[in-house]
């Protein structure tokens, strides 16, 4: 067996992830293609300005914080990537299913309302 083959099973799905173009790699790249986001990977050494920008740029969209720079130039043959989009697929929901618990953000939802007020709860009549 190779160094190359990855023995978590993630990562192999990374691997498919890129043969089948699905994901987005650097900030600029994520920003160009929101709409086609299912989910954003950052380093967990991403430096701290960056990662509240990521929060703030993609506060719709789970933002997941594994794994360190080195081990995305590993993974996505990518020199210096520290965020990485993947598209909308069924592939990237099983990524994300396997990443969840990672996941440093609770995605805002446009017609969701969070601040909106309780209504008291109705009494019931006799």
Request: glycine share 4%.
């Amino acid at each position: 067996m190779s160094d190359e083959i990855s023995s978590d099973p993630v990562e192999q799905l990374f691997d498919q992830a890129l043969e089948a173009k699905l994901m987005m790699i650097g900030r600029e790249a994520l920003r160009k293609n929101k709409s086609h986001l299912h989910f954003v990977l950052i380093t967990t050494d991403i430096i701290a300005n960056h990662r509240e920008e990521v929060l703030k740029n993609f506060m719709h969209y789970p933002v997941v914080q594994h794994y360190m720079a080195a081990d995305f130039e590993r993974m996505f043959k990518m020199k210096g990537a520290k965020a990485v989009g993947f598209a909308k697929s069924g592939l990237a929901k099983n990524i994300y299913a396997a990443l969840k618990p990672y996941r440093i953000n609770e995605p805002l939802h446009p017609s969701k309302k969070t601040d909106a007020p309780v209504p008291p709860p109705i009494a019931p009549t006799a």
